[in-house]
T-cell receptor, first 113, second 114 residues
Framework: GENVEQHPSTLSVQEGDSAVIKCTYS??????FPWYKQELGKGPQLIID?????GEKKDQRIAVTLNKTAKHFSLHITETQPEDSAVYFC????????????FGTGTQLKVEL | ETGVTQSPTHLIKTRGQQVTLRCSSQ?????VSWYQQALGQGPQFIFQ???????GRGNFPPRFSGLQFPNYSSELNVNALELDDSALYLC?????????????FGEGSRLTVL
């Protein structure tokens, strides 16, 4: 089955700095790559996603890049703010997979003042 | 528009017991998925229901079972509970299964097995 590796497991940055989280996957059939943010006591919430027909997508301070050849994708957060502190999960899926997501192990991001 | 709601929020059971968790999907969504999230881990797919039929299952034993009702709400049942079943159980709804897209998660049911 699909295997998703996520790094780093913890990340501490100063407010205003950038944060980068990386994921690799194993199944070349995967073509949908979302990122979820999970705050304490809450369920995961989608923050950005990308499909395999594009290499980059940006939404304000958040961007995702995808390298299908190397089977890795990354989340970039610029100008980090304290409210960005949370656990971030990458995930993969594929068309025809019934919207079943395989998640990475998560990155605890801490933005320090 | 109400989001995904789950009940109960917390519960404690002992080994060998059975548990039922409930989920109401977001308005307009006909697909419900269940995920198990162990402490410090990412969610793991248990199964998905679409129009009252199971539509995909992860690597979980048959003692994990589910139902979806005509109003698209859903139940997750776990029999013969084991200590390793202690986890946060997340329900997610989506408007269909044809193509991969956003899942809308509830806040989860925290199960502790003693």
């Amino acid at each position: 089955g699909e295997n998703v590796e996520q790094h780093p497991s913890t990340l501490s940055v100063q407010e205003g700095d950038s944060a980068v989280i990386k994921c690799t996957y194993s199944d070349s059939a995967s073509n949908y790559f979302p990122w979820y943010k999970q705050e304490l006591g809450k369920g995961p919430q989608l923050i950005i996603d990308i499909r395999s027909n594009v290499g980059e997508k940006k939404d304000q301070r958040i961007a995702v890049t995808l390298n299908k050849t190397a089977k890795h994708f990354s989340l970039h957060i610029t100008e980090t703010q304290p409210e960005d502190s949370a656990v971030y999960f990458c995930a993969v899926s594929f068309t025809g997979g019934g919207n079943k997501l395989t998640f990475g192990t998560g990155t605890q991001l801490k933005v320090e003042l | 528009e109400t989001g995904v709601t789950q009940s109960p929020t917390h519960l404690i059971k002992t080994r060998g017991q059975q548990v039922t968790l409930r989920c109401s999907s977001q308005s307009g969504h006909n697909t419900v998925s269940w995920y198990q999230q162990a402490l410090g881990q990412g969610p793991q797919f248990i199964f998905q229901y679409y129009r009252e039929e199971e539509n995909g299952r992860g690597n979980f034993p048959p003692r994990f079972s589910g139902l979806q009702f005509p109003n698209y709400s859903s139940e997750l049942n776990v029999n013969a509970l084991e200590l390793d079943d202690s986890a946060l159980y997340l329900c997610a709804s989506s408007p269909g299964t044809r193509s991969a897209g956003e899942l809308f998660f509830g806040e989860g049911s925290r199960l502790t097995v003693l």
